[in-house]
């Protein structure tokens, strides 16, 4: 939905059927797009936010307030769902931020619990804001759980109710079923409190937990999970426009609601009005009911009795329905995620057998259990990744692939050497060319292909030996 068209019809939307909260999910997806508010040049790019999280996160952990943590995987062009405005970087979800998952004390020792500090649980978490009285911890209590700051950004990632999530302006401790991110400094937790709520997060998450009975979605794969980045200055402009519109759905919802009501009421009234004026109305002593009902009078026997005429219908008569058979199990991944998941199974392998390469690949896509249409729907892939020189087929077995520098162009490997250097870090050249090696399938650097990077280099250079996160430039 164009910006425009959402402003000019605001009122005119709401009164659709489910209209304000669609109406509130076309404003979070326009903000997660950076489509809600105009761009200004003069900001500091998201690159700069990044640089200062990296220093920040150095200083805590030197003061042993955090843990050294692995670096994350950089973000594939492919995982990039949309184009975001100039200045706006794509990261994971655990780069801007300490994530961790709730833990509950053992509910047999009752000094666990008491009133020292709230306990949150998924039914405490609302639209509108998080319920702190339900349960609490005693100080014995906190030391067995965990404690999360205020300010925080809790997510429920098991269950039903999973995607639930809303920010605490307290410190709290909550259960194994919520996953929590404290946003580093110069990120704002409002901002991504609204991010998180938005559509596209939520199909991340769903898609993300693997489709049992019971939806999990672990730590690991949530902070996984891409989310762009603004600038600094324009995360304030977001918030305050996102507020501003929420503001007005919450009064076309009141006043929707109050609408309705006065016409349930009027209903009401007329049915009364009505029933009271009825010539044949019960006594008080029978059985009243609430139903309009028809007057019965009494026959005359000197007049026949009008022939009933029936009509038959001449629409069609609806054929018997049948059980609806249940659809075809999907892998629920993408072309670029099943070609990813190939690359990564087969990397160091030789000889493996089809079997083998697809379970590995299902455990790769976190699928659980390998369903016959799930198996084909994989083993057709097998082509394709042979034509990309993913693997390769020898006999009845597969091994890794041997691609060669021709196989891609210049803009595709701009775009992938944006990905390897979009963390914020520095990273010497001979580094990032062996990470992007790595990345396409290489098994060695070739004299061709570290010549073809080198000159690449020359066009996203920013300082000496040193890279770092270039805009986009396109064709070399």
Same mark, same amino acid.
Request: hydrophobic residues 35%; glycine residues 6%; charged residues 30%.
């Given at each position: 939905?164009?910006?425009?068209?959402?402003?000019?019809?605001?009122?005119?939307?709401?009164?659709?059927?489910?209209?304000?909260?669609?109406?509130?999910?076309?404003?979070?997806?326009?903000? %997660?797009?950076?489509?809600?508010?105009?761009?200004?040049?003069?900001?500091?790019?998201?690159?700069? %936010?990044?640089?200062?999280?990296?220093?920040?996160?150095?200083?805590?952990?030197?003061?042993?307030?955090?843990?050294?943590?692995?670096?994350?995987?950089?973000?594939?062009?492919?995982?990039?769902?949309?184009?975001?405005?100039?200045?706006?970087?794509? #990261?994971?979800?655990?780069?801007?931020?300490?994530?961790?998952?709730?833990?509950?004390?053992?509910?047999?020792?009752?000094?666990?619990?008491?009133?020292?500090?709230?306990?949150?649980?998924?039914?405490?978490?609302?639209?509108?804001?998080?319920?702190?009285?339900?349960?609490?911890?005693?100080?014995?209590?906190?030391?067995?759980?965990?404690?999360?700051?205020?300010?925080?950004?809790?997510?429920?990632?098991?269950?039903?109710?999973?995607?639930?999530?809303?920010?605490?302006? &307290?410190?709290?401790?909550?259960?194994?079923?919520?996953?929590?991110?404290?946003?580093?400094?110069?990120?704002?937790?409002?901002?991504?409190? !609204?991010?998180?709520?938005?559509?596209?997060?939520?199909?991340?998450?769903?898609?993300?937990?693997?489709?049992?009975?019971?939806?999990?979605?672990?730590?690991?794969?949530?902070?996984?999970?891409?989310?762009?980045?603004?600038?600094?200055?324009?995360?304030?402009?977001?918030?305050?426009?996102? /507020?501003?519109?929420?503001?007005?759905? /919450?009064?076309?919802?009141?006043?929707?609601?109050?609408?309705?009501?006065?016409?349930? /009421?009027?209903?009401?009234?007329?049915?009364?009005?009505?029933?009271?004026?009825?010539?044949?109305?019960?006594?008080?002593?029978?059985?009243?009911?609430?139903?309009?009902?028809?007057?019965?009078?009494?026959?005359?026997?000197?007049?026949?009795?009008? %022939?009933?005429?029936?009509?038959?219908?001449?629409?069609?008569?609806?054929?018997?329905?049948?059980?609806?058979?249940?659809?075809?199990?999907?892998?629920?991944?993408?072309?670029?995620?099943?070609?990813?998941?190939?690359?990564?199974?087969?990397?160091?392998?030789?000889?493996?057998?089809?079997?083998?390469? #697809? &379970?590995? #690949?299902?455990?790769?896509?976190?699928?659980?259990?390998?369903?016959?249409?799930?198996?084909?729907?994989?083993?057709?892939?097998? +082509?394709?990744?042979?034509?990309?020189?993913?693997?390769?087929?020898?006999? /009845?077995?597969?091994?890794?692939?041997?691609?060669?520098?021709?196989?891609?162009?210049?803009? !595709?490997?701009?775009?992938?050497?944006?990905?390897?250097?979009?963390?914020?870090?520095? !990273?010497?050249?001979?580094?990032?060319?062996?990470? #992007?090696?790595?990345?396409?399938?290489?098994?060695?650097?070739?004299?061709?292909?570290?010549?073809?990077?080198?000159?690449?280099?020359?066009?996203?250079?920013? +300082?000496?030996?040193?890279?770092?996160?270039?805009?986009?430039?396109?064709?070399?």
């Amino acid at each position: 939905m164009r910006t425009d068209i959402l402003f000019e019809n605001f009122e005119m939307l709401a009164d659709a059927p489910n209209g304000v909260p669609k109406l509130r999910q076309a404003i979070l997806q326009l903000a %997660v797009q950076g489509k809600l508010v105009p761009q200004d040049s003069s900001d500091e790019p998201a690159a700069l %936010v990044l640089e200062r999280i990296a220093k920040e996160k150095a200083r805590l952990v030197k003061k042993g307030k955090i843990k050294r943590t692995k670096l994350l995987p950089a973000i594939d062009f492919d995982e990039m769902p949309c184009e975001v405005p100039t200045g706006w970087e794509w #990261v994971r979800l655990g780069s801007i931020g300490i994530t961790q998952t709730g833990t509950t004390p053992p509910k047999a020792d009752k000094k666990n619990f008491g009133n020292y500090i709230p306990f949150i649980k998924p039914g405490d978490i609302t639209a509108n804001s998080v319920r702190y009285n339900n349960e609490a911890l005693s100080k014995i209590g906190l030391e067995k759980g965990r404690l999360i700051e205020k300010n925080s950004i809790l997510m429920v990632c098991i269950g039903g109710s999973i995607g639930k999530v809303n920010f605490i302006e &307290r410190d709290c401790s909550c259960n194994q079923q919520i996953n929590a991110l404290k946003p580093y400094a110069n990120i704002s937790h409002k901002l991504f409190n !609204y991010f998180l709520r938005s559509t596209y997060f939520q199909n991340e998450v769903a898609n993300r937990a693997p489709q049992t009975t019971l939806p999990i979605l672990s730590k690991g794969r949530w902070e996984l999970i891409p989310i762009p980045l603004p600038p600094e200055a324009e995360q304030k402009r977001i918030i305050s426009k996102v /507020d501003q519109l929420m503001t007005l759905c /919450d009064e076309l919802e009141t006043k929707l609601t109050k609408s309705q009501n006065d016409c349930d /009421d009027l209903l009401s009234a007329i049915i009364n009005s009505i029933e009271n004026g009825k010539p044949d109305r019960q006594s008080n002593k029978g059985p009243k009911s609430n139903t309009l009902h028809t007057v019965k009078t009494e026959k005359d026997p000197g007049v026949p009795e009008p %022939v009933k005429e029936t009509f038959k219908s001449s629409a069609p008569k609806k054929p018997p329905s049948k059980r609806k058979k249940f659809p075809k199990p999907q892998t629920r991944y993408e072309k670029a995620d099943i070609l990813r998941a190939y690359r990564k199974a087969i990397y160091g392998q030789n000889d493996i057998d089809e079997l083998t390469l #697809v &379970r590995s #690949v299902s455990r790769y896509l976190g699928i659980i259990r390998l369903s016959k249409p799930i198996q084909d729907e994989l083993k057709s892939y097998i +082509r394709t990744a042979i034509s990309r020189k993913i693997i390769v087929r020898n006999g /009845d077995g597969f091994s890794a692939g041997t691609p060669t520098i021709q196989h891609y162009d210049d803009d !595709y490997l701009v775009k992938t050497l944006r990905c390897q250097i979009q963390s914020g870090y520095e !990273y010497p050249r001979d580094y990032l060319i062996n990470e #992007v090696a790595r990345y396409l399938g290489f098994g060695r650097i070739s004299d061709a292909f570290s010549e073809r990077m080198k000159t690449i280099f020359r066009v996203v250079v920013r +300082r000496g030996q040193l890279y770092r996160n270039g805009s986009y430039v396109g064709k070399v």
